[in-house]
Nanobody
């Protein structure tokens, strides 16, 4: 399984932007979807975006058009560019990896690998 470590969270005003990064390391098969999910206290986990080993991307409807997932394979880094941020985007964001795209995006429980998370706070 890949080891994942996020960075780039922080505080931003409504309408602002942040870019989250996730360094991917370790020995793992090249059949994982890499992605981002978020979860707030007492709230369900929400899959946001995923990218496959060929660079094809998928998004949840809730963030389509505002969030962009990308990867730099030379740097072994996954990114999530978040634009036009809203107060409801405030929560913990996690870099994840799983072999099933649908599970990652639609029901992100029991995923193969998680980072420790990074906090995003959007204030008005």
């Amino acid at each position: 399984q890949p080891h994942l470590e996020e960075s780039g969270g922080g505080s931003v005003q409504v309408g602002g932007s942040l870019r989250l990064s996730c360094v991917v390391s370790g020995n793992y098969d090249n059949d994982y979807y890499m992605g981002w999910i978020r979860q707030g206290r007492g709230k369900a986990r929400e899959g946001l975006a995923a990218i496959d080993p060929f660079g094809r991307t998928s998004y949840a409807e809730s963030v389509k058009g505002r969030f962009t997932i990308s990867q730099d394979k030379f740097k072994n880094t996954l990114y999530l560019e978040m634009n036009n941020l809203r107060p409801e985007d405030s929560t913990m964001y996690y870099c994840v990896a799983d072999r099933q795209l649908r599970r990652l995006l639609e029901s992100p429980y029991g995923l193969d690998a998680w980072g420790r998370g990074t906090q995003v706070t959007v204030s008005s």
